[in-house]
């Protein structure tokens, strides 16, 4: 997957940056995400958490609660709520009501096959932002063969119709994997129907602990270059979105995402990520208090070099996905480059961009050369590399749409 967070559009991004406090006194961003558990219902057969012993030693309601409640300390404003499957817990009720009642805006990921007419009206009473639900597949062979669950299907249709009818906010979105993209317009089509917004997601990692197996759901890099080419304005979307990031100075940095300063994650063990998929050296909240450690850590982190003549000197480092967490979890090594992903950078290349000149790449020095930066009108770049992943999740939105 995708870097996944609770802040998915550029305006959302410039509003916490502006809102953050200059005293700089919260150890937090203003945004994150917490897996209450890795509990679920369905087996589905690309999850990158789904792997033995993933569910043992959870935090227990008292807990979810402590960590809830070092958030709100640290001035946390949106929330994402996911997992596993969050409705698995028999507790989420108690967590969901918790954390509204301490202020947070939440967000919650979701399946939708456990939403009853009682879950749908919980959260009618105490609603959430957003609720965000994967389809897996159009028809119901499909869905259950990605779920690996009989009757998945048609519990997910109904989850959908329960929070609809109550006017609840959805968004519907889907992994493109090879057992259902044969179905993919077919589930674009559905979710428009729905009156929802639409999104994809193509790159599929390893398990969290390393498992591969997952890895056999990927398209094949020229499949996916071919498949992106068929999305109504795709060329000419990301030709846009390449041609901003073509201005946009190189950085030196091995992290030039917004992993511990935009957004964090927290697992069902308490500990406390940068983002969903970089779990080495988490900091432990459920029983430490959250210190100038944190910060410290995501500054060490922040400041290491990506490798001379790699990643970030490639003319391709905007096309591919790269991620220094994906390139942990394939390779034990977050500054090499992920095989897969140079092949789809070259494919994306030939098939969305054609005769797009590559990016004149140059590592940056001290001294940014302002018209090298695409501006805003207050003068401030709207795209430094902090912002390029959000920059190809908007293609990606603006592609299917």
């Known amino acids: 997957m995708s870097c996944s967070d609770c802040i998915s559009t550029q305006s959302s991004l410039d509003f916490l940056e502006r809102l953050r406090q200059p005293s700089g006194k919260n150890l937090l961003p203003l945004a994150g995400s917490f897996e209450i558990t890795l509990k679920c219902n369905v087996r589905c057969k690309h999850c990158y958490i789904l792997y033995p012993g993933a569910t043992s030693e959870e935090m227990s309601t008292d807990e979810v609660k402590r960590v809830l409640d070092i958030l709100a300390e640290n001035g946390v404003m949106l929330l994402l709520i996911t997992g596993g499957e969050p409705l698995s817990r028999p507790d989420f009720k108690e967590i969901w009501r918790y954390a509204k009642q301490k202020g947070f805006i939440l967000s919650l990921y979701t399946n939708a096959t456990l939403i009853d007419e009682a879950i749908a009206d919980f959260l009618a009473k105490w609603p959430p932002r957003r609720v965000e639900i994967t389809i897996y597949g159009h028809t119901e062979a499909t869905y259950e063969k990605v779920t690996g669950v009989k009757g998945s299907f048609s519990r997910f249709r109904r989850g959908v119709s329960l929070l609809r009818e109550r006017g609840l906010r959805i968004a519907l979105k889907t992994m493109v994997l090879k057992t259902n993209v044969h179905e993919f317009f077919e589930m674009k089509s559905w979710a428009e129907d729905q009156g929802s917004n639409f999104r994809f997601d193509s790159m599929i990692n390893p398990r969290i602990n390393g498992d591969r197996d997952v890895l056999k759901e990927r398209l094949d890099p020229e499949e996916l270059g071919r498949f992106e080419a068929t999305l109504d304005g795709g060329p000419d979307a990301f030709a846009s979105y390449y041609s901003i990031i073509q201005k946009t100075p190189v950085s030196d940095k091995l992290f030039t995402c917004g992993a511990g300063i935009k957004t964090f994650h927290i697992d069902p063990r308490g500990r406390l990520h940068p ?10 909240l459920r029983n430490a208090p959250l ?16 490798p001379e003549n790699g990643c970030n000197a490639c003319s391709n480092r905007s096309l591919c996905g790269r991620c ?3 390139s942990f979890l394939e390779v034990n090594d977050p500054r090499k480059s992920v095989s897969y992903h140079c092949k789809v950078g070259e494919a994306r290349r030939k098939h ?12 940056r020095s001290g001294t940014k050369n302002p018209k090298e930066i695409a501006l805003g009108s207050d003068g401030r770049s709207r795209y430094n590399d902090s ?8 293609y990606i939105e603006k592609a299917v749409h």
């Open 275 to 284: 983002c969903m998929l970089w779990r080495k050296s988490p900091y432990d």
């Open 291 to 306: 210190t100038e450690g944190w910060r410290e850590h995501v500054s060490r982190l922040r400041e290491l070099k990506g």
């Open 324 to 326: 220094p967490a994906a």
């Open 352 to 363: 969305l961009l054609g005769s797009v000149p590559a990016i004149q790449v140059g590592l």
């Open 387 to 394: 912002q390029e992943s959000s920059l190809q999740g908007e």
